[in-house]
Each structure stands twice: as structure tokens, then as C-alpha cells.
């Protein structure tokens, strides 16, 4: 599989190669724009500028860099890519992690709370509460992510940023979530001496335990903002930070303003990428017609066409049983040139069947999902999560299976699964650089389908 490479610079990244000045950046952008590109290329001038600094200073100690990604997928796509940056004439330490990975090794390894337990006992405290388990289980991660031990409080007082409408809950609705679920929930943790992953922030902020002269934060939507304050808490008093985001690519259960975090965003220290690079325009148009009408914030870039955009086939749209979707994906697959072409089949969770059916058909794939390390073969062919594919990019996209089954959520336009289900599978047709085919068996197909603006996709039945 092919992972980041480089580019030719655009307009648009030139600028912000020439901006280098300490402190905090942020670039924002809509999917396909090179947010990740930009950032990591930007590397290479960051470095060279602190290496004109130490030898100022006549400082010979080198220079830190942290590279932090959400999942471990990513960190693997573009660990090479960043590597590059440094072409050996500046003396470095580059690390390419993820936070939890990052945390995790800096805290000596602390003993993590078992998923599975942690989902009995957020269950077990929640009964009679009204909620569902899912809905539970992203209420502590948010609240748990967002504020100190000390200010839990602050839950029942404060807007839910990046929260869905539904549930709604008013005060002391959030106060007995506080009292019957997290606070019995951390009494747990401590009682049986482990952690859950929001503890490793917290943790990271006890002490400094780094001195990091430049980071780069990639996918930071989906950061906490204990995570970001404990990034904020392991830098050099000179320091370099970029933030890379788009809150309408949002998928897990975050949110915060930067002010939260001690971070004050200016137009000086901000900058927005607005060309899609990546997509065709037709892809682009199905992707904004499934967040169309999804609330976005200032960090937030809408999905657009434009006519300065390549043309190509419209979205393919196949209905049929699961069995005959792949079926069809493997004859569009047989008329491609894998050796110069990427494919990725995108999925919720369940991929057996589709690994099986790709054997039959002698087609070799790597199976990307939650791999740190990126695969070196020679296949064309990628299998993996919605989850594990943020940041990643692929000429063909297949998302097969979109039954109300895979994609369970709440009642209502505004309940928060929902709105996170459409935002994962906007961002899942992003990651397509020339076609995208999505499959679902009538009668078991997902809400979510409804979402897809017709004009924007032909319809097979198989």
C-alpha cells in the first residue's frame, strides 16, 4: 500500500511554509484540502529555524519534534513522510506516535482498565438512568476528556460542546449523571488501581516530563481538551505547535473552544485551507449532501465543490444483498490496474465475509485497521474501518453493508449517534480520489441513506 508522500507545494501551503514564528498555529480545512500534507511539509522550515536558533545560542542539544495522531493507523501512513523532513543536516529527535501510545510509554505503562469491564460497570451504574449504553459510554468519555478532576463540576453548568441535540439533558439531569455514574465509576478505578485512557492525560499534566520544540497535531477534532492541555504541558519555553482540524470530520465524543485550553486562536495564528484537492467534484457533492444542515463551528469546514474541481463519474449507489455488493466491487476492481491504483473497502466493524470473497476471487489485500505499522507489499487493495481510515486516502472507495444493523443510533434528526454516523460516512466517501460506490440491502438499509442527495449518485440493483 502507498502511503503519504510528498507533493508539489500549492499556493496556498507556500504561505504557510513562509509564516514560522513560535507558538500555537492551527490549520483548518475540509477534507481533501492537505491539511496533513501542509503540516508535516512545514516541518522541514520549522526545523531548519530551530536549528538557526540553537546555533545562535550555541545550544548543541537537538531538536525535539512529536508528531501525534489520533489512531495508530494514521501514524503509520505518515511516519515516512515526516521522516523525510529532516534531510540530515539538522540534528533531531523525531517521535510519530499516537497520544495514548505517547502517554501511555511516558507513565511507565500504568495498568488499564479492561474495555470490557468498564463497559459493565458504566452499564451496571446507569440503569434506571434512561440511557443507552452507547450514549453512556460517550457522556464519560466527553465529560471525563474535557474537565479536570477538580472542576467535574463544571458538566452541569457548561454548554455540551460538540454534543447532539438528543438526549437532551438540562442540569440536574447532568448532576445525577455526575453522581450515579462518574463519580462511583472513578471511585472504581482507584479502588482497583487501574486507568482508563482519559486518565493518561491527566496524568501527563502531574508533571513536565518533555521539552518539545515542535509538535504537530494531526486530526486534533478528535482530541480532548485534557489531551490538549497536556500536549501543552511537555514544550520548551521556545516552542513550535501546529493543530490540524476540521470539527465537521468530528467522530468521537470531543469538544472544547481553545480557549478552554489556554490557547488564544487569532487570524495571525490561524489559517484555512479552501481547495479540495483530492476529490472529484462529484464526490465532493455526495459527501456535503450527507452533513448538509449539520451544525459547524469557526474549526469547521463544510464540504464544497467548485468548478476549478477535476470531473468524474458520479457515485455509484448499489442495492442488493451483501453477498452480490461485493460481487459487483470485485468486477469493478478486475478492470483496474492495481499496480498503479489504490482500492479500499470501508466498514463498520464486520469484514470476514468480504476477506473471504476476496480470497475466492484472488484478489491480495492488507488489512489496515488499527495497524501502527504501514503495510510494505505490493497490495492494491485496502481493508479497514471507517474509524481507522481518517486521514487516509485511496483512488477507489467501496462502503458496503450500510444496514440499520452496523449503524445503530437514537430517534430523531438530531440525536448524536446519528449525526456522528453521518459524519463518519462523509468523511469515509472523502477519503476517494476518483470513485466511491456505496451498497445496502433494501428493507435493512440505514436511515443514514437518506441523507444522500439523489441527484448526486447512480443506482445499480444487483
Given at each position: 500500500?502507498?502511503a ?7 499556493p ?10 513560535p ?80 502517554a ?5 505503562k ?68 455526575l ?15 487501574c ?38 504541558g ?17 467522530i468521537y ?25 483530492r ?20 474549526d ?59 480470497r ?28 481507522s ?23 430523531g ?26 451498497g ?14 439523489r ?8
Amino acid at each position: 500500500m502507498r502511503a503519504l508522500c510528498a507533493v508539489e507545494a500549492t499556493p496556498e501551503q507556500l504561505k504557510l511554509f513562509s509564516r514560522i514564528r513560535p507558538g500555537v498555529e492551527v490549520i483548518r480545512g475540509a477534507a481533501g484540502s492537505g491539511k496533513t500534507t501542509t503540516a508535516i511539509l512545514k516541518l522541514r522550515s520549522l526545523l531548519r529555524a530551530f536549528a538557526r536558533q540553537k546555533m545562535v545560542g550555541k545550544s548543541d542539544s537537538p531538536i525535539r519534534v512529536l508528531v501525534l495522531t489520533y489512531n495508530r493507523t494514521l501514524s503509520g501512513y505518515i511516519q515516512d513522510l515526516v521522516l523525510q523532513q529532516n534531510t540530515g543536516d539538522v540534528r533531531a529527535i523525531v517521535e510519530v506516535s499516537t497520544f495514548s501510545k505517547w502517554a501511555f510509554h511516558a507513565l511507565g505503562k500504568p495498568t488499564l482498565l479492561d474495555k470490557v469491564l468498564r463497559k459493565a460497570w458504566i452499564n451496571e451504574l446507569g440503569l434506571g438512568l434512561g440511557y443507552s449504553l452507547d450514549f453512556l459510554e460517550a457522556e464519560v468519555d466527553y465529560l471525563l476528556g474535557r474537565f479536570l478532576p477538580a472542576d467535574l463540576d463544571q458538566y452541569t453548568i457548561l454548554p455540551r460542546e460538540g454534543r447532539g441535540g438528543t438526549p437532551r439533558l438540562a442540569a440536574p439531569a447532568r448532576r445525577v449523571l455526575l453522581d450515579k455514574v462518574v463519580m462511583p465509576y472513578q471511585a472504581r478505578k482507584a479502588e482497583a488501581e487501574c486507568q482508563d485512557w482519559n486518565d493518561l492525560a491527566v496524568g501527563m499534566l502531574s508533571a513536565k516530563r518533555y521539552e518539545y520544540d515542535i509538535v504537530i497535531v494531526d486530526e486534533a477534532q478528535d482530541f480532548s481538551a485534557n489531551q490538549i492541555r497536556a500536549i501543552m504541558g511537555q514544550l520548551s519555553a521556545v516552542h513550535a505547535v501546529v493543530y490540524v482540524l476540521d470539527t465537521v470530520q468530528r467522530i468521537y465524543a470531543r469538544g472544547f473552544r481553545w480557549v478552554d485550553v489556554g490557547i488564544t486562536v487569532r487570524p495571525d495564528n490561524s489559517f484555512r485551507l479552501e481547495n479540495n484537492y483530492r476529490n472529484t467534484r462529484q464526490i465532493a457533492e455526495l459527501a456535503a449532501s450527507i452533513v448538509n444542515g449539520l451544525p459547524t463551528d469557526d474549526d469547521g469546514t463544510v464540504p464544497f465543490s467548485s468548478e476549478k474541481m477535476r470531473d468524474g463519474a458520479l457515485p455509484i449507489v448499489v442495492k442488493g444483498m451483501f453477498r452480490d455488493q461485493v460481487a459487483f466491487a470485485v468486477r469493478q476492481i478486475e478492470s483496474l490496474d492495481l499496480k498503479v491504483e489504490s482500492v479500499a473497502f470501508l466498514h463498520v466493524g464486520w469484514s470476514e465475509y468480504l476477506e473471504e470473497m476476496l480470497r475466492q476471487a484472488n484478489l491480495d489485500y492488507a488489512d489496515l485497521t488499527r495497524k501502527a505499522e504501514w503495510p510494505v507489499g505490493d497490495e492494491g487493495i485496502a481493508i479497514s474501518t471507517l474509524y481507522s481510515a481518517k486521514g487516509l486516502e485511496f483512488d477507489h472507495v467501496f462502503i458496503l453493508g450500510l444496514s440499520a444493523r452496523a449503524l445503530p443510533h437514537g430517534e430523531g434528526d438530531e440525536d448524536e449517534n446519528l449525526i456522528k454516523l453521518r459524519r463518519l460516512l462523509a468523511m469515509g466517501i472523502g477519503r476517494a480520489r476518483k470513485s466511491v460506490t456505496l451498497g445496502y440491502k433494501p428493507g435493512e438499509e440505514s436511515v443514514i441513506v437518506n441523507f444522500l442527495d439523489r441527484a448526486k449518485y447512480r443506482e445499480f440493483s444487483v
